[in-house]
T-cell receptor, first 113, second 112 residues
Framework: DAKTTQPPSMDCAEGRAANLPCNHS???????VYWYRQIHSQGPQYIIH???NNETNEMASLIITEDRKSSTLILPHATLRDTAVYYC??????????????FGKGTHLIIQP | DAGITQSPRHKVTETGTPVTLRCHQT?????MYWYRQDPGHGLRLIHY???????DKGEVSDGYSVSRSKTEDFLLTLESATSSQTSVYFC???????????FGQGTRLTVV
């Protein structure tokens, strides 16, 4: 799996968009970008994933640059409940394989009231 | 929550005693995982399963064994607990064709 780099922490005001960057300059053509988050004391939660097109779901949007070397997770209207550690993970789809996810240190996003 | 539950949620045990943690799922998913999470190390994979009686080791498997005799249950056993195994343990299931995983709420294990 390609290595990812995320800022250790970020602040965002409640109600504003939170933009979390991830650098994955060594990503290969068949690797996907996944985002998870972990709210304090809870298990990680899947947010979104993408290959090269931008993706949006009910939780967030994922913007992947054209060269795929970086991506941004966008929480459009951050709430206090979005305070969590956000993990960017790059990996080939497991397909028939079963190996687990490799979590780095992530970004601790703090939503300020 | 993808129907995944862990038990117990909290446990305190003495060094040298055996401990079994249970992960139960209700949706018949093939792949199940056990992770541990420690300050400074993040989440690390202990063991995983890709079907009944099919398991394999992860990054930090020493001191742990697993069993999966039924699709819905994945058991993690510490044969002889040590203080270094004090941790929060998370079970996960993989859903779909990609790597979307749902995690349980965790088991906080303290070995004294």
């Amino acid at each position: 799996d390609a290595k990812t780099t995320q800022p250790p922490s970020m602040d965002c005001a409640e109600g504003r968009a939170a933009n979390l960057p991830c650098n994955h300059s060594t990503i290969s053509g068949n690797e996907y970008v996944y985002w998870y988050r972990q709210i304090h004391s809870q298990g990680p939660q899947y947010i979104i994933h993408g290959l090269k097109n931008n993706e949006t779901n009910e939780m967030a949007s994922l913007i992947i640059t054209e060269d795929r070397k970086s991506s941004t997770l966008i929480l459009p209207h951050a709430t206090l409940r979005d305070t969590a550690v956000y993990y960017c993970i790059v990996r080939v789809h497991s397909g028939g394989g079963a190996d687990g996810l490799t979590f780095g240190k992530g970004t601790h996003l703090i939503i300020q009231p | 929550d993808a129907g995944i539950t862990q038990s117990p949620r909290h446990k305190v045990t003495e060094t040298g005693t055996p401990v079994t943690l249970r992960c139960h799922q209700t949706e018949n998913h093939r792949y199940m995982y056990w992770y541990r999470q420690d300050p400074g190390h993040g989440l690390r994979l202990i063991h995983y399963s890709y079907g009944v009686k099919d398991t394999d080791k992860g990054e930090v498997s020493d001191g742990y064994s697993v069993s999966r005799s039924k699709t819905e249950d994945f058991l993690l056993t510490l044969e002889s607990a040590t203080s270094s195994q004090t941790s929060v343990y998370f079970c996960a299931i993989r859903v779909g064709a990609g790597d979307e995983a749902f995690f349980g709420q965790g088991t906080r294990l303290t070995v004294v």
